[in-house]
């Protein structure tokens, strides 16, 4: 087969190598613009897994890499003056212009032809298609293949916010992979520097585009450029320069990061490979090693499969997931970067710690098999923080104070639905449920939405408090679980708007009752769905008397022993449907901005906390994004939210997101909805609660240590299992977890279990 790869970096190269590995018989071309010995960047990382890899497929290019490889353990963070290692972090180090020479010597060896100084052009790609059987198309970051065929290829190119440069220097900081951040005058600016070689490291310089304005970079010279960027860093490069080997390029060479990612990466005979498919950002540092094992595995399924078709189709197949998977923790990555100064008043061991675990790629336990010795006095550092000086436990197990409420822990049981009300009474399902999760050690347990009155009901099932009978099935939970556990209570109140009326959750959801509906009332005549009633729009008397019934409840919750009550903002609920500029088509003064829509919610909560014990903490429940763009209120929108309920005396916000429109379009994943309750946090100054797909208690402890929120809310998996927190403290090794005293010959057994490796089954 005749084989031309466009392209003359690692991926072209070791494509061609291992193909001529493959059939001897194979007559490839590596089509390149620059000269053999010319490279524009520094240093290239690789892991252990790749290295293995890259031995398993060609034992001789492998051991040549290996020799001329830089090693280190260490990723070190120097922060607000204070510099934090920890180690068990194995990277490895080649300079990019040594990587390509081998590649090229190895090519030559196997029969590869080799024409440097050829540029390609979008006229020159389709000549090529038709020259030769197989087009590889390498050609990097700004593929003029790509380009040429952009309709079949379909690119979605997504430019990143940083501003960056790519520098090296010979302050070889060879102890380990370094990031340092600098405060100036103009921002923050900070550097990812590795040593590749004996005497070189890498110096990738990074800020803001409003930093990078304010300096005036984009006027400067690359020297001029380079010059500041050694007086920012000077303490820290010790004397050596900073240099660049981008002198081809016009202006300062600074650049914003494109996320490339491809909806087909082969047309007829021509495939993609490297930057040229897919880009990861420089910060995790697998955009090398995603070209290399793309490499080998087109080679293997190009000889494997019937046709080059079908060999084009497997190989995307088998490689996306990958792609997908290392884009998703380039972009948490990228992200964290990009939010950086969010950061900065953290304490520098928390801010190592947001550091290392930013991708999501290093969990709470992983840090502990690298580094136990670090991870433990983050520990410790978390504790005291908390008020529990001495102790190393895991974050989740660490005391929290709202007013005067103290939680012996961090988790806490979300508010799930039941629908098993009569009349909106509690009956003796909600009483075993709600006990069986205090008694299972989580530090405070929510109700499920509790209405303030019949008509704000979601469905005939759900629970109240507007009548005696309710008040005293809530004490009676109330009592047991303050005289058996520690578990604190929350009592969620709220009122369905143009939610309610619907059928029970295991029947259809959010559709109206086959019979018995009642009217529903709403921020505007606007519908939940076209299958729904229309709502009525409130009157000022609707607004006063709906405002007194969440009054009352409140009352009642106090009555009843509750130690915190949470109003409900969200969801598409009543007041949620004032928040979301999607239902609120109103145009008196609880309509149009922000300010007029919060008026309404904001009038609801303030009277709740005039009539809420002040010894009790008052949380309220937002959607931090309505998952429709600009139309709904987005995580801009919520920071906002939050402030507004910070001034009026909200003690923490519970963040979660969506359920406000039919046409939501979210992103889920693990801990979605954990960046939202990040930003509220670090952004508005007001403690939070992280909800949305958390499930281990790696996400619980990486979430509270990170500073991302301040207490995790645990749902579906308390459903499976009342006793979660014990069962995960005994997998932990924590002795500490208070059992209810009948249950602890069942905890002595877990525990010794736990320690031998074993469970129940």
Avoid at 497 to 519: C, F, H, I, R, V
């Amino acid at each position: 087969m005749r084989i031309a790869c466009l392209g003359g970096g690692p991926a072209g190269l070791y494509f061609a190598i291992s193909m001529k590995l493959q059939d001897p018989s194979h007559e490839i071309v590596v089509f390149e613009r620059n000269r053999a010995d010319d490279t524009f960047g520094w240093g290239v990382v690789l892991s252990d897994e790749t290295l293995d890899n890259l031995a398993a497929n060609d034992p001789v290019s492998a051991e040549r890499i290996r020799e001329h490889f830089a090693y280190w353990d260490d990723i070190a963070v120097v922060h607000n003056g204070v510099k934090t290692v920890s180690t068990g972090h194995g990277f490895c180090g080649i300079g990019r212009r040594q990587l390509l020479i081998l590649l090229q010597e190895r090519a030559r060896e196997l029969g590869v032809e080799m024409r440097f100084e050829t540029d390609i052009q979008e006229t020159s790609v389709d000549e090529y298609r038709r020259e030769f059987d197989m087009v590889l198309a390498a050609d990097g970051l700004n593929s003029r293949t790509r380009q040429t065929y952009a309709e079949h290829f379909q690119p979605d190119i997504d430019v990143r916010a940083c501003k960056f440069v790519w520098l090296g220097t010979h302050q070889t900081f060879n102890d380990a992979f370094t990031f340092i951040f600098e405060k100036t005058d103009h921002g923050w600016v900070w550097a990812h520097a590795y040593q590749f070689d004996q005497d070189t490291a890498t110096f990738i310089v990074e800020c803001s585009e409003p930093t990078w304005q304010a300096f005036g970079f984009g006027e400067m010279s690359q020297q001029e450029a380079i010059a500041v960027c050694e007086r920012i860093f000077a303490k820290h490069l010790d004397g050596h320069a900073l240099m660049t080997n981008a002198n081809h390029l016009r202006g300062s060479a600074w650049i914003n990061f494109p996320r490339v990612l491809c909806e087909r990466w082969s047309f007829d005979n021509v495939v993609l490979m490297g930057d040229a498919a897919a880009t990861a950002h420089f910060s995790i540092g697998s955009g090398s090693k995603l070209a290399l094992e793309s490499a080998i595995a087109l080679t293997n399924v190009l000889h494997s499969e019937p046709t080059m078709a079908e060999a084009f189709a497997r190989y995307e197949e088998e490689r996306r997931f990958e792609v997908l998977r290392l884009q998703s923790a380039a972009r948490n990555s990228t992200e964290w970067f990009e939010q950086v100064e969010r950061y900065q008043d953290l304490d520098p061991v928390q801010f190592n710690y947001s550091l290392l675990t930013r991708s999501q790629r290093i969990s709470h336990e992983n840090l502990r098999v690298r580094d136990p010795a670090w991870l433990e006095s983050a520990e410790r550092w978390f504790q005291t923080q908390a008020g529990n000086p001495g102790s190393a436990r895991a974050p989740m197990f660490a005391p929290y104070q709202l007013r005067d409420m103290t939680l012996t822990n961090r988790v806490v049981v979300s508010p799930m639905a039941q629908y098993k009300a009569v009349d909106g009474c509690p009956t003796d399902w909600h009483f075993s449920h709600y006990a069986e999760r205090a008694k299972g050690g989580a530090g405070l347990v929510y109700t499920e939405m509790t209405c303030v009155s019949p008509m704000g009901r979601i469905t005939p099932g759900c629970p109240g408090l507007y009548a005696p009978a309710h008040e005293a099935a809530w004490k009676r939970l109330c009592d047991f679980v303050h005289a058996e556990t520690q578990a604190k209570l929350c009592a969620q109140i709220g009122h369905s708007g143009p939610k309610g009326s619907t059928q029970l959750g295991w029947q259809e959801m959010d559709a109206p009752l086959a019979e018995g509906n009642w009217p529903i009332m709403a921020a505007s005549a606007q519908p939940w769905s076209e299958h729904n009633q229309v709502p009525k729009a409130m009157t000022h008397d609707d607004m006063e008397r709906i405002r007194d019934e969440f009054v009352s409840a409140a009352h009642m919750a106090d009555r009843a022993g509750f130690d915190m009550i949470e109003i409900h903002a969200a969801h598409g609920y009543l007041l949620s449907s004032f928040i979301t500029p999607l239902t609120n088509h109103r145009d008196d003064e609880y309509g149009g901005s922000l300010d007029n829509r919060l008026r309404y919610p904001l009038e609801v909560i303030n009277a709740v906390r005039h009539a809420w014990p002040a010894h009790k903490p008052l949380a309220v429940r937002i959607s931090a994004n309505d998952w429709r763009d600009n139309e709904g209120i987005t995580p801009d929108d919520a920071v906002e939210i939050a402030k507004r309920l910070r001034d009026a005396e909200v003690d923490i916000v519970d963040v979660s997101a969506g359920q406000t429109s039919t046409q939501a379009k979210p992103v889920y994943g693990r801990m979605f909805q954990t960046p939202f309750s990040d930003r509220i946090r670090n952004e508005a100054s007001i403690a939070t609660m992280a909800v949305g797909n958390i499930y281990q208690a790696d996400h619980v402890n990486s979430i509270l240590m990170a500073g991302r929120a301040d207490l995790v809310c645990i749902a579906r998996p308390h459903l499976a299992d009342p006793y979660w927190l014990l069962h995960v403290a005994a997998g932990l090794g924590d002795r500490e977890v208070a059992w209810p005293a009948p249950y602890r010959a069942g905890a002595d057994q877990l525990q010794r279990l736990a320690e031998r490796g074993e469970g129940w089954v």
